[in-house]
Nanobody, 116 residues
Framework: QVQLVESGGGSVQDGGSLRLSCVAS????????MAWYRQAPGKQRELVASIASGGTTNYADSAKGRFTISRDNAKKTMYLQMISLRPEDTAVYYC??????????WGQGTQVTVSS
């Protein structure tokens, strides 16, 4: 069982920056594919960015050039550095983990609000 705890959300103005963190429990963090998803009110949850165990990253088009996903396996922590935030980035951001065996885990989410 893996528990994921996000932090770092908050309220910023248009153009601001935030860094989200996701701390994982368990001993096999390095083997997990990790990702950030987000869900805005009235919309479906969508992938923001992912990072494989080997470090390969993938970004949604909306995140390219503004968001950077990274991981520190020693700290069992994943990050999402967000710059040039826009009001349309307002959402609850969720941490996601996917094991080699297909087990999936979600964090409780952290709210990001960007005001114009």
């Amino acid at each position: 069982q893996v528990q994921l705890v996000e932090s770092g959300g908050g309220s910023v103005q248009d153009g601001g920056s935030l860094r989200l963190s996701c701390v994982a429990s368990g001993s096999t963090f390095s083997r997990y594919t990790m990702a950030w998803y987000r869900q805005a009110p009235g919309k479906q949850r969508e992938l923001v960015a992912s990072i494989a165990s080997g470090g390969t990253t993938n970004y949604a088009d909306s995140a390219k050039g503004r968001f950077t996903i990274s991981r520190d396996n020693a700290k069992k922590t994943m990050y999402l550095q967000m710059i040039s935030l826009r009001p349309e980035d307002t959402a609850v951001y969720y941490c996601y983990a996917n094991s080699y065996f297909g087990d999936t885990y979600w964090g409780q989410g952290t709210q990001v609000t960007v005001s114009s």
